[in-house]
């Protein structure tokens, strides 16, 4: 069982198989608007899915318990990441056989809507090139800098999304899980602190 749960290539076939269909499109002549919207969904649902460790793995040490979920987690969050990545890649590649025309393409990418889905593909491709242990070791202190794209990245691709989708709704939806799971994370990494700090003053009035 143990085994099972630690199998990366099962990892990859649970989060890609819901989305299968967004491959599968690629090898024939699949309804273009469905192909979009799918991708581009699963690319933010495994995003909102990395991003909720961070938060999930404060929260597991604040608490000292499930430290082997928070391991499992740790291990794993890389992997989320690439796998929104092959959906956002996808996203492109639908795109590029859509539109099978570079002056259109070059045309589009003056267009905001457009140019900021450009700028979000290419920092999460940075990110995922980087998503090794050689990358970690390479660049050091940098590699946890560079990762913090991650946030102005999704930003970018909510943006997108809102000016380029009719139903701005679905798209206020996700953001408004992602800011939610951004506020919990920073709630929880503060809290402490201030208490720490709150015990040290009264201890200090004390004396």
Do not use: C
């Amino acid at each position: 069982m143990r085994r099972v749960l630690n199998s990366i290539p099962l990892l990859y076939l649970i989060m890609l198989w819901p989305g299968r269909f967004v491959l599968l499109g690629l090898f024939d002549d699949w309804y273009y608007p469905q192909m979009m919207y799918d991708s581009g969904v699963w690319s933010v649902r495994l995003l909102i899915v990395t991003i909720a460790v961070s938060p999930v793995l404060l929260l597991i040490n604040r608490l000292g318990r499930g430290r082997a979920l928070g391991i499992w987690l740790l291990q794993r969050r890389r992997h989320f990441g690439l796998g929104s990545f092959i959906f956002a890649a996808l996203h492109l590649i639908h795109y590029v056989l859509e539109t099978a025309d570079l002056r259109t393409m070059i045309i589009d990418v003056v267009l905001l809507e457009y140019l900021v889905g450009w700028l979000a593909f290419f920092v999460f491709a940075a990110l995922a090139l980087t998503s090794n242990n050689w990358a970690t070791r390479r660049l050091g202190p940098n590699w946890k800098r560079l990762h913090y794209w991650i946030y102005p990245a999704a930003a970018l691709t909510f943006l997108h999304w809102y000016l380029i989708d009719f139903f701005t709704e679905r798209v206020l939806f996700w953001a408004t899980i992602f800011v939610a799971i951004k506020a919990i994370h920073n709630v929880i990494r503060i809290v402490p602190h201030a208490r720490r700090r709150a015990l040290k003053s009264a201890t200090s009035l004390d004396k």
